[in-house]
Each structure stands twice: as structure tokens, then as C-alpha cells.
């Protein structure tokens, strides 16, 4: 059984920075795209950024410049670098592999809290 484990958030004052790391756990073949959701209270899941294996990055437009996704295919591991961070960030932040075959997993998400 394959598992997504976050880590990295937490509270930081605005401006400040967080990495986010999510790894898989278990056997997982194929991995395509891979990327970070995120879903503050009251609203929608939605995308942040995602990677492909040839290092295509989509990006939302609400952290373009301040975010940097990453992976390291050999760990199966994708990171979420989070720079100049404001309060409307604050979201738990879930990470999400897909593969070739069709496979979808989620992480059970970290919170990131952005307050001074």
C-alpha cells in the first residue's frame, strides 16, 4: 500500500519561508506528475504547482515568483520551496502523485499557517 507523507509546515510570520517535503512510502512504478494542492477553510482544493518527470512546471498564478516545486525522482520525493510567504497562504497543503497507469494518491496534507 503506497502512502504520501508531508512535512515541513508549520507557523511563520509573514515574509518568512517553509519547505515542504512529501516522500512516498510503499511501492509505487510509473510516477508522472507530481505536485502540491493546497485548501484553506471554507474554500476549494486547489493547485499550486506541479512537475513533470521532464521538468515541465505549472505554476497558479498566486505564487509565481515566491514558490519553488522540486523532485527527486530517486526518492520519490517532490518539495515545495515557499518564500515570502503572506497570511493568505494559510491552507493545508496536500501533496499528489499520478501515475502512467492511472494511479491517483494524496497526502493527508500539513498545515502551513502564515501570522505574525
Known amino acids: 500500500q503506497v502512502q504520501l507523507v508531508e512535512s515541513g509546515g508549520g507557523l511563520v510570520q509573514p515574509g518568512g519561508s517553509l519547505r515542504l517535503s512529501c516522500a512516498a512510502v510503499g511501492n509505487i512504478f510509473n510516477i508522472n506528475n507530481m505536485g502540491w494542492y493546497r485548501q484553506a477553510p471554507g474554500k476549494e482544493r486547489e493547485l499550486v504547482a506541479a512537475l513533470t518527470p521532464v521538468g515541465r512546471v505549472d505554476y497558479a498564478d498566486f505564487v509565481k515568483g515566491r514558490f519553488t516545486i522540486s523532485r527527486d525522482n530517486a526518492k520519490n520525493t517532490v518539495y515545495l520551496q515557499m518564500d515570502s510567504l503572506k497570511p493568505e497562504d494559510t491552507a493545508v497543503y496536500h501533496c499528489?502523485?499520478?501515475?502512467?497507469?492511472?494511479?491517483?494518491?494524496w497526502g493527508k496534507g500539513t498545515l502551513v499557517t502564515v501570522s505574525s
Open positions: 499528489n502523485f499520478k501515475t502512467s497507469l492511472g494511479r491517483n494518491y
